[in-house]
């Protein structure tokens, strides 16, 4: 009975999850949508419900009854493989990101995540390079040209990034002491991690944008190189998947960078999730801001950034960190 | 805090296994259900022209299976390397503390060869993507 209750608890704080996550992709994008038509002196969509609030619904009925097209040249098993990849790698992300204390309920606590992995930032590390295949093998199975040249871009600036994303939390774990996620947020509840680590906050961030292949780092899409790139092929709902996949991620970098520098759900008055889905929220903000903002860099630009640049200060702020905790031999 | 007996680890009141092996059936249950509604409710007239590859309008000639140019499998061989050495300083730092200075001299001994490594694949050229300019 107790077991019974326990598995209904979870699923509904499953269901919660997943749905918020859904939600709050379909209505980023409308944000987006909106405010770039705005710093573009556009409307955006305004059709749709009162301030176009109806577009992620006219846009999910649309992208479900389109027809899917799956090119005669392409590899079909892959093909359809690839956005279910990406869209499954960004949500299954969020599992171990924890959105407030335990509560109490029935008598018994309830843990705000889903998963405290005590390896929860590999857990991450490792899905995050999961996610890269399901770019690479859609614009391998497309066999277009120009989805090829954006799957092969993609794994090229995924394994540059993914490096200095790496180094650059290494010194939260010095930090905090452990790849627990929970354990990395309690360590917050003094002093954010950003005002310790700013050189990682900005290596974190830079690299994180690169990650979610956003401007300017949208080099496998590049719409006026490419088409599309590694998604030229696809239509319908697995064009959609791919879409979804991209807004959960900018979710999951939202939670990532609120959960390892700006002190996770911790803050005053409000309660822990409003604060976290807050940080989520300014996070997104920023960018869109900078998608509306900043050219896209050319090839060797952002290979040349991640080797030449972000890898040795990473290393350099490592070994600096290092002593100045031996040294400080704080907490 | 960790669940580590058998029993915690498949409670259903315990951020453990079972909590995000369902997790992982219910996202990928979500994903299957999105794509089976999508082939569902979409409708299907596929033609010849519809179903060639589109490369902006133009007819494609023969197979994208092209052969990969050379940098990229070098940048896949530094990344490996170095992501590998990477794992060695993650799991330095997650002990650094109780390390002490030991540990910590040791480290910056692995990230001094890890940066004259990288000096070297810069110096020889690994790292140059742009046209060359001479």
Same mark, same amino acid.
């Given at each position: 009975m107790n077991y019974l209750l326990g598995l209904i608890v979870l699923l509904i704080k499953i269901a919660v999850m997943l749905g918020g996550l859904l939600l709050v992709a379909s209505y980023l994008v409308w944000l987006e949508r909106k405010l770039l038509a705005r710093l573009q002196i556009r409307l955006g969509p305004n059709r749709a419900g009162i301030f176009g609030l109806l577009q992620p619904i006219a846009d999910a009925i649309k992208l479900l009854t389109k027809e899917e097209i799956v090119p005669t040249a392409a590899d079909g098993f892959i093909f359809r493989l690839a956005p279910a990849v990406v869209a499954v790698t960004a949500m299954m992300m969020f599992a171990v990101v924890p959105l407030g204390p335990d509560i109490r309920l029935f008598g018994r606590s309830v843990p705000m995540v889903i998963t405290d992995l005590n390896v929860g930032l590999l857990f991450v590390f490792a899905l995050s390079s999961l996610g890269v295949y399901g770019v690479a093998l859609g614009g391998w199975a497309s066999n277009s040209k120009f989805a090829l040249l954006g799957g092969i871009r993609g794994a090229a600036q995924m394994i540059s990034y993914e490096l200095a994303l790496g180094l650059s939390l290494v010194p939260v774990v010095m930090l905090a002491g452990s790849f627990s996620l929970t354990a990395i947020v309690d360590a917050q509840s003094g002093v954010p991690f950003i005002v310790l680590q700013p050189v990682s906050f900005a290596i974190f961030v830079i690299s994180a944008m690169a990650e979610s292949k956003r401007i300017p780092f949208d080099l496998p899409e590049a719409e006026n190189e490419? #088409?599309? #790139?590694?998604?030229?092929e696809y239509s319908g709902m697995r064009f959609g998947l791919f879409f979804l996949g991209e807004y959960v991620h900018i979710q999951v970098l939202g939670a990532l960078t609120a959960v390892f520098f700006l002190g996770g759900w911790h803050g005053p008055w409000l309660p822990p999730v409003v604060w976290l889905m807050l940080k989520i929220f300014i996070v997104a903000l920023i960018m869109i801001w900078i998608r509306g903002t900043l050219p896209r860099l050319r090839y060797d630009q952002l290979m040349a950034l991640g080797w030449k640049v972000l890898i040795p200060v990473s290393l350099i702020n490592i070994v600096v960190t290092g002593a100045f905790i031996q040294f400080a031999g704080f907490s | 805090m960790q669940p580590i007996d058998a029993h915690a680890l498949l409670s259903p009141w315990q951020p453990g296994m079972l909590s995000l092996t369902l997790y992982g059936v219910v996202v990928i249950a979500l994903t299957l259900a999105i794509l089976f509604l999508s082939r569902w409710l979409g409708r299907h007239q596929p033609n010849d022209e519809k179903l060639r590859v589109y490369e902006s309008g133009i007819i494609p000639t023969g197979q994208a299976r092209l052969r990969y140019p050379v940098p990229f499998f070098m940048v896949a061989i530094f990344f490996l390397i170095f992501d590998v050495e990477g794992a060695y300083i993650f799991s330095w730092a997650v002990a650094s503390r109780p390390l002490g200075w030991a540990g910590w001299l040791q480290i910056e001994f692995f990230i001094g060869v890890l940066i004259a490594g990288l000096i070297y694949v810069w110096v020889k050229g690994g790292l140059e993507w742009g046209p060359k300019r001479d």
């Open positions: 490419l #088409g599309a #790139g590694f998604h030229t | -």
